[in-house]
């Protein structure tokens, strides 16, 4: 029996994944609000080595290299990767995007590679499962759309500044995006005005609101430090209208937050446009795959969630579907001298320059 863990370490959370002989036994999201310091890393790794700590090979991938408590993105792929090989070992091995697998070392050396690469790996599984279509990994902060091409993923841009641009990246998510950052204007009660540029309310409260939020994904604490309830995510939503939640009606409130929520979507539909107007299937990951689903029925786009298309079992598919970075490069991690392919360079579309050593 052998054991693979996989881990994709953000600013915000760490996902971790046990495979067992290349089956899913196990996925979870650890908050990690790295924000605050280091060691809130060290102690999401702890916690996560109470489900991986027999495992034989463990296998990370990161974008939490962007967390403000880093100076530049060098010096946070290296303090990452010297905390996962702390907590994880010495031969731990670290996901380089198109460089695949790597040992800590030649991560740190090939940082721009390491950096941000964690969508990635789950193309590169997704794209080796499925052949043809387009994958959306909708997380709380950030909507990943990668083109599926003949077994391989087929990205335009490689670095986050390059993705953005291309629309591969498009910087919004399911409960961390600020609704300020959504829209500026929206209605209430039939009347269009301006919003409060100010952080009063988040996706996971619009979200709230529409009843569509799943259980669990929302792990970090609210703009006012209240709870989360529905009518406090009310209060907190109307406070971006400069109102109170009184004298509006629930269903006011409701109208509201799926203006924002269409809002949000159209910038997913952009990327989406911009990456694969009309692709084969359309692969679903991350928290937000409920909502990618709703999108590829209204295109009449055939779709299937990541956590489907590797096969896990029904009770881990929605946990797999949210985790699959961790997963993905678990599996490319157990399966390294298999069929499976890791990317090189010369898979990919554009060049990717290493930055000095």
């Not at 697998?101 to 969508?119: E, K, M, R, V």
């Not at 909708?138 to 083109?147: E, H």
């Not at 988040?202 to 009518?231: E, I, S, W």
């Not at 109208?255 to 952009?270: F, P």
């Amino acid at each position: 029996m052998t054991l693979t863990a996989g881990y994709d370490i953000g600013g915000a959370h760490l996902k971790v994944a046990l495979l067992r002989d290349g089956v899913l036994v196990h996925a979870e999201q650890i908050p990690c609000p790295l924000w605050r310091g280091i060691a809130e890393l060290d102690t999401a790794l702890a916690h996560a080595l109470r489900i991986t700590h027999s495992a034989q090979r463990h296998a990370v991938t990161m974008t939490g290299e962007l967390a403000d408590v880093f100076p530049d993105r060098y010096t946070g792929v290296a303090m990452i990767v010297e905390r996962a090989v702390t907590a994880l070992g010495p031969n731990a091995l670290i996901w380089m995007g198109q460089r695949g697998l790597g040992s800590p070392a030649q991560a740190i050396a090939y940082d721009t590679d390491t950096a941000s690469a964690n969508f990635l790996a789950t193309a590169t599984l997704a794209a080796h499962l499925i052949g043809d279509g387009l994958l959306i990994d909708m997380g709380s902060t950030t909507t990943d759309l990668i083109a599926l091409q003949s077994g391989r993923p087929r990205p335009v841009g490689l670095t986050d500044a390059d993705r953005l641009r291309t629309g591969e990246l498009v910087y919004t998510g399911l409960t961390r995006t600020p609704v300020m950052a959504i829209t500026t204007r929206a209605s209430f009660q039939g009347q269009p005005q301006g919003l409060a540029r100010d952080l009063f309310a988040t996706m996971a409260d619009v979200r709230r609101v529409l009843g569509d939020l799943p259980d669990g994904v929302d792990q970090h604490a609210t703009c006012d430090g209240r709870g989360k309830t529905v009518p406090e995510s009310r209060a907190r939503l109307a406070r971006c209208f400069g109102r109170d939640v009184q004298p509006g009606e629930d269903g006011d409130w409701l109208t509201a937050a799926r203006e924002i929520a269409a809002t949000q979507m159209a910038s997913v539909r952009e990327g989406m446009e911009n990456v694969s107007s009309n692709p084969a299937r359309i692969v679903s990951a991350g928290i937000g795959a409920g909502i990618i689903a709703t999108l590829a029925a209204e295109r009449a786009i055939p779709h299937i969630t990541f956590g489907e298309l590797i096969d896990a079992a029904p009770h881990w598919r929605d946990w797999a579907t949210r985790c699959a970075p961790a997963v993905s490069v678990a599996r490319l991690a157990a399966n390294a001298t298999s069929s499976v392919p890791a990317s090189s360079p010369t898979d990919m579309q554009s060049p990717h320059t290493q930055s000095p050593e």
